[in-house]
Each structure stands twice: as structure tokens, then as C-alpha cells.
């Protein structure tokens, strides 16, 4: 591994890998021990079933894509949910009844004979992600010319126009039927070999090995030409450009690539749920996994993994069981009413406390720590002091 | 290839080609227009109406975002929030403790409702001055992200503020100001609702302008957002002036509650996309630019009540679409907006 790595203290490694690789342990055996666990005591209540731990790996992937985009580019990007719909609709498109003009089998499982475009969804993820990069991109090269805050505005639009065209854009709104509208397309072809179609415990595995795969692009990527080149326009966008880091190009592929992610993981829950409908593509989905990438730690990969088991977790089961244990207790209180305040607290909490994240990623925490020169927020350093100049450097 | 493709989009964009296109694309919305007025004035001129006085509302929210953003650059996404809450707040305390209803007089209508702005447009004031103490203060010399998420989660936060207090139904007014006309100018019939309106917001624009343009601390607000070192150099103090800004971009966001309730419903989470709207009105304007704000949101109203009330266009589905569409539009075309002067942001 390259200079990142070899920087940091060995030992700090070795326990890293040392979680990771029990973690996965724990990970492949899970669907195996879960009905064990649950019948725990206190703690047997709170344990995930493994249908909600296929969502809970889902947007832990939808993070990492994210943390490509936010963390390593630096680029507020607040309609990432428009990369899952983006996703979800193209294994709707390329694997479900809804095509029922056209009729056109590759090595499905679905059955012989059956209306419309069934493609396997293996090919589909693929094509899924492809079709997310090209959105991407598209959305990327007119907005990424502005710089920071600008930039999260008009994601931010197009985070609201995608969801509303999929909702629009059927026969009355479009005049041609290409989103189903509110139904949304349904059902999706499932994932699988040959006519055996996956389980549950299958699809986890595969969420499982999708992660892993994530982790490991995310990783390289960080450590390569391109992945420096982000940090470095995430550091000082008039450096990086000046150091001759092409900067659209360079903001692009992190768009796209951030992008593919979405798509893969957006068509894989979609085969998982067995459909793409309007109602999941709200912003505050976006909101959600932005808040995982804070909370994880901006650019950092194990935080930002841990910070999506945590909160998917949280928002898929963990928030109901609380809730039930504290209506046990007596106390009138919904937590999952309120998931989105408690996550804006998150959000505000970690800015002003620990902006760093849970596992600070360690380049980023020197640019916390000790400021950065790109545009600062406002000159005036402190009250009184009339310089953006380091008062340590005088 | 993206590359390529950027640099194209560089060199069309330097021989000015697309300013053309948007230029005529600008005419052909005019024409439409003038063929929909040829077609039916009358029902042309009502849906005008309703788009004016939409767009009045909308200018005050727009003014708050532009006002911050003026000042700290910050897009103050909580802003929209505050709207909401301050909307809902004025009613409960023109129902709970004034006790107006669709009967009751007219002089203690109008006493109540001026006094609920005399309660909400200091106390929402002090709120958004107290979330820029807490939230972005400590921030101001972190990385520019760092307010910008924390507006974000302030945002969800009172958007559940608002969810915990009113739950998750819509609020009105008690229908107290009839939708009756009282006026007919030129066949256009204008009823007490609009009139409500605009004598809200009016002289509210009014006293804001005079305020930014004659009063010291106008001044020192003009300073600050000109140039923040040079300010504190001749004695300003930035903290302050900031603080104060926020003061009056919420007591406009309170008063924006109240006229919005006098024309619509308001529930927990309006104020996110009317938020969105205003900032894209802010931006057409030309952010930063008091007078554009007003315009931007004028003409944003126009375009949405044109869109939900004339034959012929997409329809209020897309309203949204739309909206943002002009956002895009805006940032990619002319960044700097309709009256704004280009700033190194958007070139």
C-alpha cells in the first residue's frame, strides 16, 4: 500500500485489520447464528433480522459512493438520491414486465416466455451502474463548474427533479409510459444462477460481497493518481489547479464515480424489494447517508462504514425496537417520528464537537485542525484579529 | 471525453452562443405569454394576480436568504424552517390567544393580526439570531462545507420542532379575512386576502430598504458583505453587524409565515420546499442583490401560478421541476443572475 498507509502508526493497522477480519467472520456466519441471537436475553430484542441487514448493507454502499463524492472530492452533493433512483429504475427498465412491447431474454431467471425485458441481473447491476455514471455525469459537467455551496443547491434541485419525473413521467405526464408513474415498476427480476432464484441469506451474502468490493475500489482509489487529486481540490481548489490538476475532469470522475455506486447498490435493493417506486426517493434520503459520511468521518472509510451500520440499523429496525422498549417502559415517545431531527442533531452535534467523525480520516483532521486556505468562511479569524493569517505563524 | 465536452462548453460559452439560446428561449416564453393574453385576458390577469401575490410572499423569505448569503455566503438552508415554524406559531397565537374567528370584527382582526406580527417578527428574529450564535458562529473559520451541513441538520431539527409542537397535519388560519373582492381594477377583481398581503409586505420592503440604504448599520451591513477585513478595519464590528442580519432575515421570515397562512395551509415540513423556491428566486435575482430577490421571487411566483393556471403547460406536477429547471438554468447561464454582477462564485 502506498504513503497513506505506511504513515500510520503499524500497531493502529494491525488492530484494524484484526476488527475487520472478524467482522467479516461475523458477517458470513450471520444468517447462521441470527435466530441464536435473538433469543438472547435484553440484548435479543435489538438484533437485526437479515432482511434488515441486506438494507443496512445497501446504504452503507450508498455511503461509500457518497464519501467518494463528499468526503474525497469534497463536494457537497445533497441529491444523491438521484443516483439510487437513477439505479433502480434501470433494473426496472432492463428486468421486469415493464417493457411488455418488447420481449428479450439474456440468461434471466425469469421463465421462459414471460412479457418484456429480462435481462440477468447480474449484467443489470453492471448496467445499472454504468447508466448512474452517465447520469452522473450529465448532472455533473453544466454544475460542477460552481464551486462549493452552489454546487450543493443544484444537486440539490436535481435530488428533487428525478424523484418527481419518475413519479410524472407515465403515460399522462410524459405521453409514454416509461416510469409506471406513482406505482412505480414492479416486480423486478430477482438475483440468482440458472432458475434458482436467491433467499434472503443469499442476497446478504451478495450485499455482503458488494460492500467488500466497495471498500476495496474505495481504498485504492484514495491511494491513486486520482484519488490524491481529489484531496488535493478538497484541499485548495486554486492549488490543486495551479499544481495543474485538471479540475473539471477531475470533479467529474469523482461525480461519476460516486455515482456508479448508487446505481449498483440503487438496482441491487430494487431486485432485493422487488420493485422501484416513487415514494423511496425522498431528499431526505439523501440527508440520511450525508449524515453516515459525517458522522463516519468526511473521507474516511471505516468510519464511514461503521457510521452506516450504525444508522442504517438504526433507521431500518433499531429506532422501532427502542421505541417499543421505551413504550414498554411507559415513556410516550416515537423515536422513528422524529429519525430525521435526531439525525439533524447528529449532523450539528459532529460539526461543532467533532468534525472529524467517529474515525477521523487523518488527512482530513489536519485540514480541520489547522484550517485550510481555500475561500475561508468568512476573513475575520477571531474576533478582533484582522488577517486570515495563522496567528501562530507571526 | 468529458473533457472534450468541457471544452467546448468553455469555448461556446466564450463566443456567447448560449446566451443567445437563452435569450430566445426567454422571447419564446414572452410570445407564448402574449398569445395566452390575446386568447383570454381575463383569466390571464387573474392567474397574474395570484402569481403577484404568491411571488410577494415568496420575495420576503428570498430576502432572508439573500441578506445571509450577502454577508457570510452561506446558503442558510434553515431559513425556510424558521418560515415554517414562525408560520405555525402565528397561528396558534391568533386562534389560542387572540381568539380571531371568521366573526369576529374587523378592527380586532386587524389589531390581532399586527400584534401577532409585533410578537413573532422579534421573537423568530431572535431565533435565527440565537442558530447563527450556536451553530455557525464557532464555524466561521472552519472549511467552507462545514456551515453549510450544519444549516442542513439545523434544518431537520426544526422542521422536528415544528413536527413535536403541531404534529403532522396541515394548519390554517380560521377563515377570518373573507376571499371576497373588494376592489376591481381593469376587470381584474382583487380580493381582502391579496390586500392583506400586500399591505404586509409593502411596507415591510419598504422599511427594509430604507434601513439597508440610510441607516449606519445598513451601512455597515453593506460594508461587511462588500469587503469583511476592510470593514473591521475602519471599526465595524463584524460579529455584530452579522447577528443583526440574521435578526432581520428572520423577522422577515416570521412576517413571510403569517402572510403565507393568510393565503395557504402550512404544515411541518412546508418550509423545506418553499425554502428551495425562495433560494431559487434569490438566485435568479442575482444572490446577494435585495432588489433581485424581489424580482427573482416575483417572477418565480409568476411562472408557478402561469403553470398551474393556464391551458397548455405542463401542470402543477411538474411545478417543481420546473422551478429547479430555472435554478439550473440560472447557475449554468448566468451564474451572477438577473441583477447581481458576476462574482468569482459562479464564474
Redesign the interface.
Known amino acids: 500500500m502506498t504513503s497513506i498507509a505506511a504513515t500510520l502508526d503499524p500497531r493502529r493497522v494491525e488492530t484494524g485489520k484484526l476488527a475487520a477480519i472478524i467482522l467479516v467472520g461475523v458477517g458470513v456466519i450471520y444468517p447462521f447464528i441470527v435466530a441464536d441471537l435473538r433469543d438472547l436475553p435484553l440484548i435479543g430484542d435489538f438484533i437485526p433480522g437479515v432482511r434488515s441487514m441486506v438494507y443496512v448493507l445497501v446504504v452503507t454502499m450508498m455511503a461509500l459512493g457518497l464519501n467518494v463524492v ?1 468526503g474525497y472530492a ?1 463536494l ?1 452533493d ?1 441529491g444523491y438520491v438521484a443516483f439510487y433512483a437513477a439505479g433502480a429504475y434501470a433494473a426496472g427498465w432492463l428486468a421486469s414486465l415493464h417493457f411488455s412491447q418488447v420481449n428479450f431474454h439474456f440468461f434471466t431467471t425469469a421463465t421462459d416466455g414471460l412479457q418484456g425485458i429480462h435481462i440477468s441481473m447480474w449484467v443489470v447491476l453492471i448496467a445499472a451502474g454504468v447508466f448512474t455514471t452517465i447520469v452522473g ?1 450529465l448532472i455533473g ?3 460542477l463548474r ?5 454546487l ?3 444537486t ?3 435530488g ?2 428525478i424523484p ?2 419518475v ?2 413521467a407515465d403515460e399522462d ?1 410524459l405521453g409514454f409510459n416509461l416510469t409506471n408513474g406513482v406505482n412505480g415498476i414492479s416486480p423486478i427480476d430477482t438475483l440468482g444462477f440458472g432458475s434458482t432464484i436467491f433467499n434472503s441469506d443469499q442476497y446478504y451474502w451478495t450485499a455482503m460481497v458488494l460492500v467488500l468490493l466497495t471498500i476495496f475500489c474505495c481504498i485504492r482509489l484514495r491511494d491513486s493518481r486520482l484519488g490524491r487529486a481529489w484531496i488535493a481540490i478538497r484541499e485548495d481548489e486554486t492549488a490543486a489547479a495551479a499544481m495543474g490538476v ?1 479540475l ?2 477531475t470533479k ?2 469523482s461525480y461519476a464515480i460516486g455515482a456508479f455506486f448508487g446505481g449498483v447498490a440503487g438496482a441491487f435493493y430494487a431486485s432485493f424489494k422487488l420493485g422501484a417506486n416513487p415514494s423511496d426517493f425522498f ?1 431526505t434520503f439523501s ?1 440520511f447517508l ?1 449524515c453516515m459520511v ?1 458522522l463516519g468521518g468526511i473521507g474516511s472509510i471505516w468510519g464511514v462504514v461503521t457510521a452506516g451500520l450504525i444508522l442504517g440499523y438504526l433507521n431500518i429496525e433499531g429506532l422501532a425496537n427502542i421505541g417499543a422498549k421505551m413504550q414498554e417502559a411507559g415513556l410516550e415517545f416515537d423515536p422513528t ?2 429519525q ?9 452535534a459532529m ?2 464537537f467533532r ?1 472529524t467523525g467517529l474515525i477521523p480520516e487523518r488527512r482530513h483532521k489536519i ?2 485542525e489547522e ?2 486556505h ?10 478582533g484579529a ?2 486570515d493569517r495563522d496567528p501562530r505563524d507571526d | 471525453m ?2 472534450t ?2 471544452a467546448a ?1 468553455n469555448r461556446i460559452r466564450a463566443s456567447s452562443v448560449l446566451d443567445i439560446v437563452g435569450l430566445i428561449l426567454v422571447g419564446l416564453v414572452v410570445i407564448w405569454l402574449a398569445a395566452k393574453f390575446a386568447d383570454n385576458p381575463q383569466r390571464f390577469l387573474d392567474v397574474t394576480l395570484i402569481g403577484l401575490t404568491v411571488g410577494a410572499t415568496y420575495a420576503l423569505i428570498a430576502l432572508g436568504y439573500t441578506l445571509v448569503y450577502g454577508i ?4 442558510n438552508f434553515a431559513h425556510g424552517d424558521v418560515f415554517a415554524l414562525s408560520g405555525l406559531v402565528a397561528g396558534t397565537i391568533v386562534v389560542s390567544v387572540f381568539g380571531l374567528d371568521a366573526d369576529s370584527s374587523i378592527p380586532l382582526i386587524i389589531g390581532g393580526l399586527l400584534l401577532t406580527l409585533a410578537i413573532t417578527m422579534p421573537g423568530f428574529a431572535l431565533l435565527n439570531a440565537a442558530i447563527e450564535r450556536v ?1 455557525y458562529k ?13 444549516a ?6 426544526l ?3 415544528g ?2 409542537l403541531y404534529g403532522p397535519s396541515s394548519k390554517s388560519f380560521p377563515n377570518f379575512i373573507p376571499r371576497t373582492d373588494a376592489i376591481e381594477i381593469g376587470g381584474v377583481a382583487i380580493q381582502w386576502n391579496d390586500i392583506a398581503v400586500y399591505s404586509v409586505v409593502v411596507p415591510l420592503l419598504l422599511i427594509l430598504t430604507w434601513f439597508v440604504r440610510s441607516t449606519r448599520q445598513g451601512k455597515s451591513m453593506r460594508a461587511v458583505a462588500q469587503d ?2 476592510a470593514a ?2 475602519l471599526g465595524i464590528d ?2 455584530r453587524t452579522i447577528s443583526l442580519t440574521f435578526l432581520l432575515a428572520g423577522a422577515l421570515a416570521a412576517a413571510a409565515g403569517l402572510v403565507y397562512m393568510l393565503q395557504f395551509n402550512m404544515r411541518y415540513d412546508t418550509g ?1 420546499e418553499l425554502g ?1 423556491i425562495a ?2 428566486a434569490a ?1 435568479l435575482g442575482g444572490i446577494g442583490n435585495l432588489q433581485g430577490a424581489v424580482l427573482g421571487a416575483v417572477m418565480i411566483g409568476l411562472v408557478q401560478a402561469y403553470n398551474e393556471g393556464l391551458d397548455g403547460t ?1 401542470g402543477g ?2 411545478t ?2 420546473i422551478v ?2 430555472i ?2 438554468a440560472t ?2 447561464f448566468r ?1 451572477e443572475g438577473l441583477l447581481g454582477e458576476r462574482t468569482p ?2 464564474a
Open positions: 463528499v469534497g457537497l445533497l455525469i459537467l453544466p454544475t460552481l464551486r462549493g455551496d452552489y450543493a443547491i443544484v440539490l434541485g436535481f428533487e427533479i418527481q419525473f413519479r410524472n405526464g485538471p473539471m475532469r467529474t470522475w431528499f440527508i450525508l459525517i417520528k422524529y430525521f431531527g435526531i439525525y439533524g442533531v447528529i449532523i450539528v460539526m461543532l468534525p485540514e480541520i484550517g485550510v481555500d475561500t475561508p468562511f468568512y476573513d475575520v479569524q477571531t474576533e484582522l488577517t | 468529458a473533457a465536452a468541457v462548453l457570510l455566503q452561506l446558503i451553530a464557532p464555524l466561521r473559520n472552519a472549511p467552507r462545507l462545514a456551515p453549510l451541513i450544519t442542513v441538520g439545523m434544518s431537520f431539527i422542521q422536528n420542532v413536527l413535536a469583511t477585513d473591521a478595519m463584524v460579529n423545506f428551495l433560494f431559487t438566485v405542463p406536477d411538474w417543481r421541476t429547479f429547471a435554478l439550473i447557475l449554468v451564474p462564485e459562479g
